[in-house]
């Protein structure tokens, strides 16, 4: 059974289907516990659950190394398989990265190396793609950089607003993201092969 650590900044509905999936039995992964690093909406979902919770407010601390030092001391307090952040909008110092990479997934709502960053649907609609995208990288240290494990095409519509599109694209991130813990989970994908 693969444990699962997974940070959120937001409403969290990628950590939901998470958590949707790990009811049925014989799926092979568990949330142990939930981050965030401010009072995130999705911290309910969580909660409903009966999964724990922990919250790292970066302006707790006098810089990001010491705010990570502690993320990483609260993350690895679960002894997880994997951490993955979903929807968590702050990047992790090196230190983090170092200590959890390759055993650490990012979720993007583009199809990357397109679009990387926190505003991936806007500048999809910016720049007149006809189709973007969903993502799960493994984390390096550049912003959204890191090797693509799996992803996804998803079409702009005419007329399309942000939120319209993001919610198609969460729509197939979160079927990725479930997969692809799944594919983890029983040998399909090795993530040492994106070390
Ligand atoms: C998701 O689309 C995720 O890919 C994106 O935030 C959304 C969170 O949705 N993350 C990024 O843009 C990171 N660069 P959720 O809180 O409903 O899961």
Known sequence: MLSLVVLISGGG??????????EDAQFPARVVAVGADR??????????????????????????????????????????????LSGFMRLLPPRVVAALSPRLLNTHPAYLPEFPGAHAVRDALAAG???????????????????VVAQERVPVAPGDTENALH?????????????????????????????
């Open 39 to 84: 009072e995130a909406d999705g911290l309910e979902h969580a909660e409903r659950f009966g999964v724990p919770t922990f919250s790292v407010a970066l302006s707790n601390f006098p810089d990001r190394d010491d705010w990570g030092k502690e993320l990483l001391e609260q993350i690895e307090e679960w002894n997880p398989d994997l951490v993955i």
């Open 13 to 22: 509905s990628n950590l939901l289907a998470l958590l949707e999936a790990s």
């Open 129 to 147: 793609a006809s189709e973007t995208g969903a993502s799960i990288i493994v984390v390096d240290d550049g912003v959204d950089t890191g090797p």
């Open 167 to 195: 919610e198609r694209i969460k729509v197939v991130e979160r079927r990725l993201l479930v997969q692809t813990v799944l594919d983890i989970a029983n040998g399909h994908i090795n993530l040492e092969d994106y070390a």
